[in-house]
């Protein structure tokens, strides 16, 4: 295997010294193929650019392990995160706590701040969930020197 290499030569400041830089710009598998291809990006790159050839490094030629691609139901519900439904039925309990303190609302923020912003169909799937269990659901926006926003849940 053969990586080819371009690298930019950078001319000298005043009494200084050049430097150049140097990136990999792709590999071949047998070095005719790298030949052709060090020709073809010469066209590409004139002036400060030199292109070039090596074998490719040891690192390169490693062989990789297979990526274990199995995962289980609940790992790939976890990465996946929580439902519409999911969400709402953790709006309950902060619901009930509320109520018990004599409170007629709650204020939702994450999750329910950035969707009710954006007006994504999760955020209105679950104010529709929460609407027809009679709750009054809005979105509040107010901005000054910082903004505050969050969902409104009123009972």
């Known amino acids: 295997m053969f990586e080819i290499v371009i ?77 519409v439904q999911e969400r709402v039925d953790e709006v309950y309990p902060k619901i009930r706590e509320a109520a018990e303190k004599g409170k007629r609302f709650i204020n939702l923020h994450d999750w329910w701040a950035n969707e009710g912003y954006s007006g994504s169909a999760e955020y209105k799937q679950a104010c529709m969930i929460l609407e027809g269990d009679g709750y009054k659901v809005k979105f509040f926006y107010e901005e000054r020197q910082f903004v505050d926003m969050y969902t409104l849940v009123e009972w």
Do not use: W
């Open 7 to 83: 690298e930019r030569f950078f001319p000298p400041a005043p009494g200084g010294r050049g430097y150049s830089s140097q990136r990999v710009g792709g590999t071949c598998e047998t070095e005719a193929e790298a030949k052709i291809k060090v020709a073809s990006l010469k066209n590409e790159h004139t002036g400060d650019y030199y292109i070039s050839y090596r074998k490719a490094t040891e690192k390169l030629l490693e062989v990789k392990e297979p990526v274990m691609t199995k995962i289980t139901a609940q790992e790939a519900r976890e990465l996946a995160g929580p439902t």
